[in-house]
T-cell receptor
Framework: EPEVTQTPSHQVTQMGQEVILRCVPI?????FYWYRQILGQKVEFLVS????????KSEIFDDQFSVERPDGSNFTLKIRSTKLEDSAMYFC????????????FGQGTRLTVV | AQTVTQSQPEMSVQEAETVTLSCTYD???????LFWYKQPPSRQMILVIR??????QNATENRFSVNFQKAAKSFSLKISDSQLGDTAMYFC?????????????FGTGTRLTVIP
């Protein structure tokens, strides 16, 4: 069964450093998302991406965040200068269609900023 | 703004018994979709069941069913004949029904433990 894959599973980085979280969405899906879950809190939407551009973003997704689809398979989330409060589980998801469609999630990348 | 509330942080149920997880939401939208996602200890969230707001009939998927009360903005999940593999975090989620607004709003989750 096709699945969304994320790498790495765990990333530790120093405050102020840049990190890139990687995702490979399901191959015939057209819409891609990043969510994050701070420990003990709810899963929060960051950004959605379609046709090589951001379609929607939350207020969390400020200038330190960016997304890219550098090739036909990868979907990346870059955090330019990490802060302690960026420590969270980051989930990538993809959907085939625009609405009322099952979102397939990756296993997540646990980002720890020290 | 859309909010989703799950008031039960943790629940437990005996194997083979039935358990109901609660979820309420707030929205001014008339057209939307509701979901329950399961996140086992391996961390990957998977869809359990979905409900279209325009449908009056409650969705059912095998042992999983929902009680959707649109006027009360309530969307509870019933798990019948609970199995050990049902142990997981369960998230209630909301999606607006308009094109281009397909991100999910999640509740804080309910940790369900099925006891042998």
């Amino acid at each position: 069964e096709p699945e969304v894959t994320q790498t790495p599973s765990h990333q530790v980085t120093q405050m102020g450093q840049e990190v890139i979280l990687r995702c490979v969405p399901i191959s015939n899906h057209l819409y891609f998302y990043w969510y994050r879950q701070i420990l003990g809190q709810k899963v929060e939407f960051l950004v959605s991406f379609y046709n090589n551009e951001i379609s929607e973003k939350s207020e969390i997704f400020d200038d330190q965040f960016s997304v890219e689809r550098p090739d036909g398979s990868n979907f990346t989330l870059k955090i330019r200068s990490t802060k302690l409060e960026d420590s969270a589980m980051y989930f990538c998801a993809s959907t085939r269609d625009i609405v009322n469609t099952e979102a397939f999630f990756g296993q997540g990348t646990r980002l720890t900023v020290v | 703004a859309q909010t989703v509330t799950q008031s039960q942080p943790e629940m437990s149920v005996q194997e083979a018994e039935t358990v109901t997880l609660s979820c309420t939401y707030d929205t001014s939208e008339n057209n939307y979709y509701l979901f329950w996602y399961k996140q086992p200890p391996s961390r990957q969230m998977i869809l359990v069941i979905r409900q279209e707001a325009y449908k009056q009939q409650n969705a059912t998927e095998n042992r999983f069913s929902v009680n959707f009360q649109k006027a009360a903005k309530s969307f509870s999940l019933k798990i019948s004949d609970s199995q050990l593999g049902d142990t997981a975090m369960y998230f209630c989620a909301f999606m607006r029904g308009q094109t281009g607004a397909n991100n999910l709003f999640f509740g804080t989750g309910t940790r369900l433990t099925v006891i042998p």
